[in-house]
């Protein structure tokens, strides 16, 4: 492993290079939080945030804990009552990318937050939904966040809370689904895609230092990997600086 | 119309009501949450979008049989586990559970503000959310043959929610976000407002929600009534105290204390609750 930064700080760096100055992005609580607003303070200073308590075009200058922080209020270009963004901002299809996490993902990038175990009788009951079914289905492309893991990354999801891929090519079209769902999982290894003939889960980068082999490792399906395996470029000073101010890493 | 708040919760909240406590992270109505333990309520239907902290003590207390929600967690610290021991548990009751999105849910307050038995949405399609969730539906458009979810209108019996202020006349000011409070409160058959002062007049502030005193069943004077959540321009949110209920939500005997210490309530008792 290269050292000069954790595995936690290069996902959050390849995941915040996924977002312009161009872009709308909703964005989640947690790491999609941190890589938005490590975007929007180094190559992608116009980038839109949108959070789901309301707040459009909103720029903290601290991280919030949680999607409704005041500090989020006070620097939005506007805040709206939850019906409206739901109904007005991200239903008719006005958001580019969907930034979610995730506790399981799946082969096709299905997405479960609602429980580990069965439904009725859940092991583990986790929060729910939120607002991810819809910002999984309307935004224009979905980009995931999440830890790469046996645990984590499943053949099937034990509940479907959001939907990526269905069960593979057409399944969301079948379903009415707008927008093109999860195109870009990012983790702590590497970057996956879907096949474009498949739909399924594929390796296409790897963080330097890790191999496809502990991608796979970490993948509790038969991981495919890409001929033309990319290495995410590493992260710059600046990047790093900038990431460390956000998280309180840097001991200031 | 200005009463003390134990007056408020015990004329307005019902044993068996369905209730509401809205807030979407700002001006959540923590103390109603606690007045409503202190003076023992059983058998309540929850209803919220987003329940966090207060529900999670609602719930840990034995007050409710059921919970209408879209996402129970503690923002921004991980799970609720009085809310987890309910579900997983039936600790110290079972809990029954109607389960949306938020899109859903936001809807059905729509719905329910507006008179109409039930909202249309672009939403649910293809997730398991439909299966375990009876009051996820699908319609065809009348006008496109288009194929659309459908949830029913929500009409808690009472809303309660907390705001920054309220007039003599009973008249509500809220701003910052606002999230769902209107339409929760326009849904409602009753409704309480915690407020943090009474003003003679209410200045008009940028992006405010006013509510007319007619759609205002009581109103408290509750300084601090939202913490630990914020009331914008009043206080700050208190993440600390968040971070903190983790350790106090992960352990009965630790919740136990923080009911006798906190509420001055007695410790559930499993089973015997409702």
């Keep these: 492993m290269t050292t000069g930064y954790t595995s936690d700080e290069i996902m959050t760096v390849a995941a915040a290079r996924c977002l312009t100055s161009q872009t709308a992005c909703f964005v989640g609580i947690g790491l999609p939080s941190t890589a938005a607003n490590l975007a ?9 945030m949108i959070y789901e308590s309301g707040t459009l075009g909103t720029r903290p200058d601290t991280l919030p804990l949680s999607i409704g922080d005041g500090v989020l209020a006070e620097t939005a270009d506007t805040v709206v009552s939850v019906p409206e963004v739901f109904n007005y901002w991200l239903q008719p299809g006005r958001i580019d990318v969907g930034f979610l996490g995730a506790a399981q993902i799946d082969r096709y990038a299905n997405i479960n937050t609602t429980v580990i175990g069965d439904y009725t009788d859940p092991k583990v009951r986790l929060p729910g939904a939120g607002g991810a079914p819809e910002i999984a289905a309307s935004c224009r492309e979905v980009v995931v966040i999440v830890r790469q893991s046996r645990r984590a990354f499943v053949e099937r999801v034990d509940f479907v809370t959001s939907v990526g891929h269905g069960a593979g090519p057409g399944d969301r079209e079948r379903l009415g689904l707008r927008g093109a769902g999860p195109t870009r999982v990012i983790t702590d290894l590497g970057v ?24 796979r490792a970490a993948t509790g399906w038969d991981l495919a990997v890409a001929p033309d395996l990319a290495t995410t470029p590493e992260p710059t000073p600046e990047e790093l600086k900038v990431l460390r101010s956000l998280t309180g890493a840097d001991g200031v | 119309m200005i009463v003390p708040l134990d007056e408020g919760v015990r004329e307005l909240v019902h044993d068996g009501d369905t209730v509401a ?20 309520r059983r058998d309540l239907t929850l ?12 719930i840990g207390a034995g007050c409710a049989a059921r919970l209408v929600f879209s996402w129970g967690g503690n923002p921004g610290v991980g799970s609720l586990h009085r809310f987890r021991d309910a579900i997983q548990n039936g600790w110290p009751r079972p809990l029954e559970i109607e389960e949306h999105s938020h899109a859903g ?24 959310l439909v299966d375990q969730t009876p009051t996820i539906k699908t319609v065809e458009c009348p006008f496109t043959g288009e194929r659309l979810a459908a949830v029913p209108a929500l009409n808690p019996d009472v809303t309660v929610i907390h705001a920054q202020r309220a007039d003599r006349a009973g008249n509500v000011q809220l701003w910052g976000i606002t999230g769902i ?10 409704s309480l407002v915690t407020v943090e002062e009474v003003v003679d007049r209410l200045e008009p502030v940028p992006g405010q929600v006013l509510l007319p005193s007619r759609v205002v069943t009581a109103v408290s004077v509750v300084p601090g009534g939202a913490r630990p959540s914020y009331a914008h321009g009043y206080y700050a949110r208190d993440n600390a105290a968040y971070q903190a209920w983790d350790a106090v939500s992960r352990d009965r005997d630790a919740f136990a204390r923080w009911l006798a210490d906190e509420i001055g309530a007695p410790a559930p008792l499993p089973g015997k609750a409702g």
């Design chain 1, 40 to 48: 929007v303070r180094t190559h992608a200073p116009g980038l839109w």
């Design chain 1, 192 to 215: 996956l895609e879907p096949d474009p003939a498949t739909r399924e889960l594929t390796l296409v980068q790897v963080h330097p230092g890790v191999s496809a082999e502990d991608a």
């Design chain 2, 21 to 40: 406590l809205e807030g979407f992270t700002h001006l959540i109505p923590v103390a109603a949450g606690h007045e409503i333990i202190r003076q023992g």
């Design chain 2, 47 to 58: 209803v919220r979008m987003t329940p966090d902290v207060v529900y999670d003590q609602v």
């Design chain 2, 105 to 128: 849910m936001a809807n059905r307050y729509v719905a329910g503000a507006s008179g109409v038995p039930f909202a249309v949405l672009r939403g649910y399609a293809g997730t398991d």
């Design chain 2, 181 to 190: 409070q209107k339409e929760a409160v326009l849904a409602a058959r009753r």
